[in-house]
């Protein structure tokens, strides 16, 4: 990723986009990981490249439909989404024992699901959220104009 922006590459990466392999769940790996995310921010904002994190779950007919309903229903009664239910079990049944012997799964290398696949979690939060500033800047029209 900083190779990319350092050479005007766009690039296009997975989460997490800056997680050392070496993070742990102390408050030195957290002050390293705001640390490295400042330098990628100064390197994205001083670079001509297009950054990007995958995202792809907004392109999931599941998603687009529930989007879809929810931005309809916010405009027909312009009532806020203020409550969302999102959870997800990485379409396996593991044992507690098992998370952290799996090579592919953060637990054992000390960080967990947010890190994971729950980047994709807080992704499709925002995304949902914005429906209520979209459907504020487009009110429906009203029936007693």
Not at 70 to 79: G, K
Request: proline share 7%; hydrophobic share 40%.
């Amino acid at each position: 990723l900083r190779w990319a922006l350092e050479h005007n590459v766009d690039v296009l990466v997975d989460k997490p986009p800056i997680i050392p392999h070496s993070f742990r769940l102390c408050e030195a790996s957290a002050a390293r990981l705001a640390s490295d995310f400042e330098q990628v921010l100064a390197l994205a904002e001083q670079s001509e490249s297009n950054a990007m994190v995958m995202s792809q779950r907004r392109a999931h007919p599941g998603y687009r439909f529930v989007h879809a309903y929810l931005s309809a229903f916010v405009r027909q009664w312009q009532v806020p989404l203020s409550y969302i239910d999102l959870y997800h079990a990485d379409g396996m049944w593991c044992m507690p024992g098992e998370m952290c012997t799996r090579d592919y799964h953060p637990y054992k290398y000390g960080y967990g699901k947010l890190m994971f696949s729950g980047y994709h979690f807080v992704d499709l939060l925002m995304w949902l959220l914005s429906i209520n500033d979209e459907e504020r800047t487009h009110p429906p029209p009203s029936r007693f104009s």
